[in-house]
């Protein structure tokens, strides 16, 4: 069922995505939208498209150059539902990479029911607190964007379309951020 056809890029045209203009602070924009969005479908809505291919994407240019670009998602036919447990298990995986605590980590994945029944639970811990003392997984700081395009409030068209948020990031990275009192939750779902 087909409700609009919103015209775009697709997502993975280099070219005529130069040619419009897209630059690369606005492909940086793009992809945290994309990151928002489906942790909002994620989080919020416990619904997400599960065929995220660059044919399912494009990017919506305008030619108002004070409205950054938008994501668009074409064709959600194919889709899943989350439960409660596996949303609230997605969230608690990010914010244990975010303090880099493997045993909140396994405790996620034990919550999200994606761990065997007889998993050895202390190997899975060994595996991810390696993986956090190697390094092989950082965190990286998050890009201030200055350009008044991408602050809320600018000249944006839809009520449900992303708006970047308008608070500064703290200076300090993100494994140092404390989320308190269910925060994140709110955080992930504000727009």
Do not use: W
Request: aromatic content about 8%; some cysteine.
């Amino acid at each position: 069922l087909v409700m609009e056809f919103v015209p775009s890029i697709k997502v993975s045209n280099d070219a005529k995505l130069d040619s419009a203009g897209i630059t690369q602070e606005d492909r940086e924009y793009l992809a945290e939208a994309l990151a928002r969005s489906y942790l909002r479908q994620f989080v919020t809505n416990r619904f997400f498209s599960t065929d995220p291919h660059p044919g399912n994407l494009g990017v919506e240019v305008f030619n108002d150059e004070d409205r950054p670009p938008r994501l668009v998602f074409y064709d959600f036919g194919q889709a899943c539902t989350l439960s409660k447990d596996q949303s609230l298990g997605i969230l608690e995986v990010i914010e244990s990479i975010i303090d880099l605590d493997a045993k909140k980590s396994v405790s996620a994945f034990n919550r999200m029911g994606v761990l065997k029944d007889n998993a050895d639970l202390d190997k899975v811990l060994a595996k991810v607190q390696s993986n956090y003392d190697s390094g092989r997984l950082k965190v990286k700081k998050r890009k201030v964007r200055n350009s008044a395009k991408y602050q809320k409030g600018s000249k944006q068209s839809t009520v449900n379309e992303y708006q970047p948020p308008t608070k500064q990031v703290p200076e300090a990275p993100l494994s140092k951020i404390e989320i308190e009192n269910n925060s994140a939750k709110k955080i992930f779902t504000e727009g």
